[in-house]
């Protein structure tokens, strides 16, 4: 991955991170007073009522933080930062089965977790057999994307493609074969109309929750995903996107005074209350 030059400002950071998660919560405060949250558990409701109402509101709004929060952050943030902001939807994978094998063979290599093996011979052995089959591919068709093949970022700096799909970083066990083969199936849907683009495909967790590296409290969980080869957390993420190394530090303080100043939690107390 290449490195950045330009530093996007500490007070932009913040700026955009206020603007942003006051969206976030006015949207999710919006929707749920049309929808409703779901409150109710048999049991939970007989043993801890309050606490299972409490735990109902947060986890919704955690949900919905997760899945528009970030990707807006990152994109806004990488446009300061001169990144162009490729359009997701335009990402497409080929109607073909025709490289599947590469995939699957690639698959059990990685999952040989021992041998650390990177995806870097699997994207040549990908680009060899595109171009080899360059007339018989040029007739496949287009498929959007499902959301389970696409991706939540796309980047694009210097002719170099950036793939991200942003996770949440508490992940199940064994959650990291699915997300190699997720890298494998973005380089496949990208390389598959460009062979000759320079791409990097990689998972982002926005933050790290754990007292300790993330890579030593979750290390069989992510297995085989190898640091900075195929994954960014945090500060090293936000490094990328912006260039500046303050940008986690930025983000906290910028999200603690949208609460002072618009009383976010107000919207948190707000769904508590007309549960009760």
């Not at 801890?48 to 509101?57: G, H, N, T, Y």
């Amino acid at each position: 991955m290449g490195t950045n030059k330009k530093i996007v400002k500490d007070e932009v950071i913040k700026e955009i991170a206020k603007k942003l998660i006051v969206k976030s919560f006015k949207s999710w405060r919006e929707k749920k007073e049309k929808k409703g949250i779901t409150t109710e558990h048999f049991i939970l409701n007989l043993i801890a009522p309050k606490e299972r109402l409490i735990s109902a509101v947060i986890q919704s709004l955690q949900t919905s933080l997760g899945t528009k929060f970030w990707e807006n952050l990152v994109n806004e943030l990488a446009k300061e930062n001169s990144f162009t902001i490729c359009n997701v939807k335009e990402f497409y994978k080929p109607e073909t089965k025709k490289l599947n094998k590469i995939i699957d063979d690639w698959k059990s290599k990685r999952e040989d977790f021992k041998k650390m093996t990177t995806l870097v011979g699997y994207k040549k052995e990908l680009i060899r057999e595109i171009k080899k089959n360059k007339r018989e591919f040029d007739k496949v068709k287009k498929v959007k994307a499902t959301k389970g093949d696409g991706l939540d970022v796309w980047l694009k700096k210097n002719n170099i493609n950036y793939l991200f799909e942003i996770k949440s970083p508490h992940v199940n066990a064994g959650a990291g074969k699915d997300f190699s083969l997720k890298l494998m199936k973005m380089y496949h849907h990208h390389l598959f109309w460009n062979p000759n683009s320079k791409v990097f495909a990689k998972m982002a967790f926005p933050y790290n929750p754990f007292n300790v590296d993330y890579e030593a409290a979750q290390k069989g969980r992510i297995a085989p995903l190898l640091k900075k080869k195929d994954y960014l957390v945090g500060e090293e993420f936000w490094k990328f996107i912006t260039g500046n190394d303050n940008c986690m530090k930025m983000l906290a303080e910028a999200i603690t005074e949208a609460n002072t100043e618009s009383n976010l939690f107000d919207d948190i107390d707000y769904f508590i209350k007309k549960y009760e």
